[in-house]
């Protein structure tokens, strides 16, 4: 991903610090992509902008631990749903609520959230930072299972 994807150098400087911590870990095992739930089109700059937008008003991230990352969108209109299955893998599935939802998981999931992550507001970059790196100090706030405390 090129510099101009973020909003800001402080954006890009986070984002390396993930990645610095995860390979401080000893984070090596990215998951396993089952070919069933993988993207079905290439995505585009727009394609990341428009799911980036996507993900800000209706999506979530949890964690616990590296490996159990997990991001989802709710949303009544399917077309959106599948149109984000199509470009980025996960499945969509119903609702008790009459709601769809698409959810990616694993190794996509991580891949999803540090792809939108500059584009998003701080709010949205902090819950990242806190299901990526449970148990970890980020700045002065400290992430255990996606919980932020501090």
């Given at each position: 991903m090129s510099r101009g994807w973020f909003r800001s150098q402080r954006s890009l400087q986070q984002l390396g610090e993930?990645?610095?911590?995860?390979?401080?870990?000893g984070v090596k095992n990215l998951g396993r992509l089952t070919l069933r739930l993988a993207p079905t089109e290439e995505a585009t700059p727009h394609d990341f902008i428009w799911a980036a937008g996507i993900y800000e008003?209706?999506?979530?991230?949890?964690?616990?631990?590296?490996?159990?990352?997990?991001?989802?969108?709710?949303?009544?209109?399917?077309?959106?749903?599948?149109?984000?299955?199509?470009?980025?893998?996960?499945?969509?599935s119903g609702r008790r609520d009459g709601c769809r939802q698409w959810s990616v998981s694993g190794a996509r999931a991580r891949g999803f959230a540090m792809s939108v992550y500059g584009l998003l507001s701080p709010r949205r970059q902090e819950q990242i930072r806190g299901a990526l790196l449970p148990g970890i100090i980020f700045g002065r706030k400290l992430y255990i299972e996606g919980k932020v405390y501090g």
């Open positions: 993930l990645t610095e911590r995860a390979h401080s870990m008003g209706e999506g979530n991230i949890n964690g616990r631990g590296y490996h159990g990352t997990c991001v989802r969108v709710s949303q009544k209109d399917t077309w959106i749903l599948e149109r984000l299955r199509a470009l980025f893998g996960g499945s969509v």
